[in-house]
């Protein structure tokens, strides 16, 4: 029922705004394409959430300017972070590691 009261503490249901739509978009074209892996597990959450919060802030309408205006900025920062990770740094990282297990030196980067 819409603008039935509800008791304090007990979860509502959550629209899926256009944020969050917007983002499970963008995750969708990256499995797809092969650049997201395991290891975003933890980016991928906190994209999640940020995306959810900021849905909220923007149905709220006594939300100041100012607290969207932050969480578009955060939310835009972990987007970024997501969307723009190089997995050839981790290949990088890896093969230093496994270098050092064989006692090797690590190639060298290209420049």
Do not use: F, K
């Not at 629209?15 to 892996?37: F, H, N, P, Q, S």
């Not at 933890?42 to 300017?65: C, F, G, I, P």
């Not at 496994?98 to 030196?105: F, G, K, S």
Request: cysteine-free; aromatic content about 2%; charged content about 35%.
């Amino acid at each position: 029922m819409t603008g039935q009261l509800r008791l304090p503490g007990t979860a509502s249901r959550r629209r899926i705004g256009r944020i969050r739509r917007g983002l499970d978009e963008t995750v969708r074209a990256m499995r797809d394409t092969g650049r997201l892996e395991p290891i975003d597990a933890a980016l991928l959450a906190l994209a999640r959430v940020s995306a959810d919060e900021l849905d909220a802030a923007m149905r709220d309408t006594d939300e100041s300017r100012y607290t969207r205006a932050t969480l578009i900025a955060r939310y835009h920062g972990v987007l970024v972070d997501l969307v723009n990770r190089d997995p050839g740094d981790d290949l990088d990282d890896l093969a230093a590691l496994l270098a050092e297990d064989l006692d090797t030196p690590p190639p060298r980067p290209a420049d």
